[in-house]
């Protein structure tokens, strides 16, 4: 039986957390309660250690957040469409940030032939950015560099994929904004680096086609 106590630890945790921000600011929940006016939509790696709000040293309320494995935009996922549309137009956040980072579980797997069940298919989304960068990717040597750039590689991907999208193109239209941004976070030192800067209205670069 898996221990309970674990659990037990993190609602005790999160009542000395919820004491200390009363007392740097009184009003703190009170005024979240009420609304959400984030500026920042942050799509993200479902892994442990890239949490958004810590590496960016933001407090609850700045930013909008939906993580999956290895940070992927796919069209097809409806529960991403509908966290980008009530972003974009509903929040009207003013960037999106895809943030990957070096290390990552789901690009590792990736990079292999195994079978991994029901993982494949999305994973197969960052074999096709290696089957469109391969001959960049195999002028790599050294196996771990080549893995940091296909994580790099994947994250630019992801912000052609944003630009693609009818939300986006609308809201470029409508009001000048989002901006879309690829990051890639370094696990060694805890930073984070710009790879990508996509402003509002910029067309769709060729290869890659509106969808
Ligand atoms: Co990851």
Same mark, same amino acid.
């Given at each position: 039986?898996?221990?309970?106590?674990?659990?037990?630890?993190?609602?005790?945790?999160?009542?000395? +957390?919820?004491? /200390?921000?009363?007392?740097?600011?009184?009003?703190?929940?009170?005024?979240?309660? /009420?609304? @959400?006016?984030?500026?920042?939509? +942050?799509?993200?790696?479902?892994?442990?250690?890239?949490?958004?709000?810590?590496?960016?040293?933001?407090?609850?309320?700045?930013?909008?957040?939906?993580?999956?494995?290895?940070?992927?935009?796919?069209?097809?996922?409806?529960?991403?469409?509908?966290?980008? @549309?009530?972003?974009?137009?509903?929040?009207?956040?003013?960037?999106?940030?895809?943030?990957?980072?070096?290390?990552?579980?789901?690009?590792?797997?990736?990079?292999?032939?195994?079978?991994?069940?029901?993982?494949?298919?999305?994973?197969?989304?960052?074999?096709?950015?290696?089957?469109?960068?391969?001959?960049?990717?195999?002028?790599?040597?050294?196996?771990? /560099?080549?893995?940091?750039?296909?994580?790099?590689?994947?994250?630019?991907?992801?912000?052609?994929?944003?630009?693609?999208?009818?939300?986006? /193109?609308?809201?470029?239209?409508?009001?000048?904004?989002? +901006?879309?941004?690829?990051?890639?976070?370094?696990?060694?030192?805890?930073?984070?680096?710009?790879?990508?800067?996509?402003?509002?209205?910029?067309?769709?670069?060729?290869?890659?086609?509106?969808?």
């Amino acid at each position: 039986m898996v221990d309970n106590k674990p659990s037990d630890m993190l609602l005790l945790q999160n009542k000395a +957390w919820s004491a /200390q921000m009363r007392a740097k600011d009184p009003s703190f929940f009170e005024l979240l309660s /009420q609304s @959400q006016s984030p500026k920042f939509l +942050w799509i993200g790696c479902s892994d442990s250690r890239v949490p958004a709000d810590a590496i960016t040293g933001t407090r609850p309320g700045q930013i909008f957040v939906h993580r999956n494995i290895a940070n992927l935009v796919v069209h097809s996922d409806l529960n991403l469409a509908c966290v980008i @549309q009530y972003a974009v137009e509903v929040l009207e956040v003013e960037h999106i940030i895809v943030c990957g980072h070096h290390g990552c579980g789901g690009v590792r797997a990736a990079m292999t032939a195994n079978d991994f069940g029901m993982l494949n298919k999305w994973l197969r989304n960052i074999k096709d950015v290696y089957s469109d960068n391969l001959a960049e990717l195999s002028a790599i040597d050294d196996p771990r /560099q080549r893995e940091d750039r296909l994580v790099e590689l994947t994250v630019i991907r992801q912000t052609y994929n944003l630009m693609k999208m009818s939300t986006i /193109q609308r809201a470029w239209k409508n009001r000048g904004g989002p +901006w879309l941004h690829a990051w890639v976070y370094d696990l060694s030192d805890g930073i984070l680096h710009e790879l990508n800067n996509v402003a509002p209205g910029t067309p769709v670069p060729a290869p890659f086609s509106y969808e």
